[in-house]
């Protein structure tokens, strides 16, 4: 499979279509990877998992207190 690239800056023209501020180029599937970066490891995982929880409890303490103080 391949991918198409940008080797600028992807922007949004008057009428929503995308525009490349830079040349096209095509990227084939196994390059992508090399393009992306490592993979997260399960440690990674645990952690976003780990902060995701603490930001919705905090919203949603928040919202429950705004909610009982009103």
């Given at each position: 499979?391949?991918f198409?690239?940008?080797?600028?800056?992807?922007?949004?023209?008057?009428?929503?279509?995308?525009?490349?501020?830079?040349?096209?180029?095509?990227?084939?599937?196994?390059?992508?990877?090399?393009?992306?970066?490592?993979?997260?490891?399960?440690?990674?995982?645990?952690?976003?998992?780990?902060?995701?929880?603490?930001?919705?409890?905090?919203?949603?303490g928040?919202l429950?207190?705004?909610?009982?103080?009103?």
């Open positions: 499979m391949k198409i690239a940008c080797d600028g800056d992807w922007t949004v023209g008057a009428a929503g279509e995308l525009q490349c501020t830079g040349q096209l180029v095509s990227v084939a599937s196994g390059e992508m990877q090399s393009l992306m970066g490592p993979a997260l490891t399960w440690d990674d995982v645990s952690e976003l998992q780990g902060e995701a929880m603490v930001l919705f409890a905090t919203v949603f928040f429950v207190l705004k909610k009982v103080l009103k």
